[in-house]
């Protein structure tokens, strides 16, 4: 195995298990990871044999110090690399990482702000990351996670999230599909939605809203039509559907 470019490190797999029919959780022992925030995200390279390279950037869902990162990925079904990473890559074999990447679109337990969180499908990673750090802080911060995904089965971490003694509290949305004997019927987020399940602006949470474009922006501007201000807000999004 060659070392990794300057500015990279040499990711090997060790852990992987199926999140949906076509997402996959993948950690990985990274010597030398100088650790992480909750929110941050890292750029994947792949070589060809060939010698041709892809990178594409994914966030981390997992928080804390260490030289181990997990990060979970959503198979594109014109992808390049995601269907590689879901379907190909296995135990033992390694990839290039560079990061921890980005510092705005974090959360620190030292923060005293309530927090809301708001996801649109897979872009529950990174605030699965946030959920994860403030359990492992023992933060007293009140956390809300608001989870739009289209079906019952399109939910990455169902368990974890589902488990009692998880410390955010988590509100599922659906827009297609909805559980048997769920109480509302599936369509998208309503500003109505969102003033009936996530914190209210009096108390100036700040929000985190992570998804498809569309998704974020529609979110962001029913948030501040509720009231929110505009610089409580922190958004991150991708162009997938």
Do not use: N
Not at 133 to 143: D, E, K, L
Not at 161 to 169: D, F, I, Q, V, Y
Not at 201 to 214: Q, S
């Amino acid at each position: 195995m060659t070392s990794p470019a300057p500015g990279w490190f040499t990711g090997r797999l060790t852990r992987a298990h199926l999140l949906t029919a076509y997402a996959r959780s993948l950690t990985f022992s990274v010597p030398g990871w100088p650790g992480h925030e909750a929110g941050q995200h890292v750029d994947v390279r792949l070589t060809a044999p060939d010698g041709y390279q892809a990178v594409r950037s994914y966030s981390i869902a997992s928080a804390g110090p260490g030289e181990e990162i997990e990060l979970a990925i959503d198979r594109l079904p014109d992808g390049e690399v995601s269907p590689f990473l879901v379907d190909d890559l296995e135990l033992g074999d390694t990839v290039e990482l560079r990061g921890p990447l980005g510092g705005w679109f974090v959360w620190r337990p030292e923060l005293t702000q309530p927090v809301q969180l708001i996801a649109g499908g897979s872009g529950v990673v990174p605030l699965v990351a946030m959920t994860r750090a403030h359990a492992q802080a023992g933060s007293r911060v009140p956390m809300q996670l608001l989870y739009s995904l289209r079906m019952p089965d399109d939910a990455w971490y169902r368990e974890e999230l589902s488990r009692p003694s998880a410390t955010a509290r988590i509100t599922w949305h659906y827009t297609r599909t909805v559980p048997p004997g769920w109480s509302r019927s599936a369509g998208r987020l309503t500003a109505e939605d969102l003033e009936r399940e996530t914190l209210p602006p009096e108390g100036k949470p700040l929000i985190y809203i992570c998804g498809p474009t569309g998704f974020v922006e529609t979110v962001s501007h029913a948030l501040t039509t509720l009231g929110h201000a505009p610089d409580t807000i922190r958004t991150e999004r991708f162009g997938g559907t």
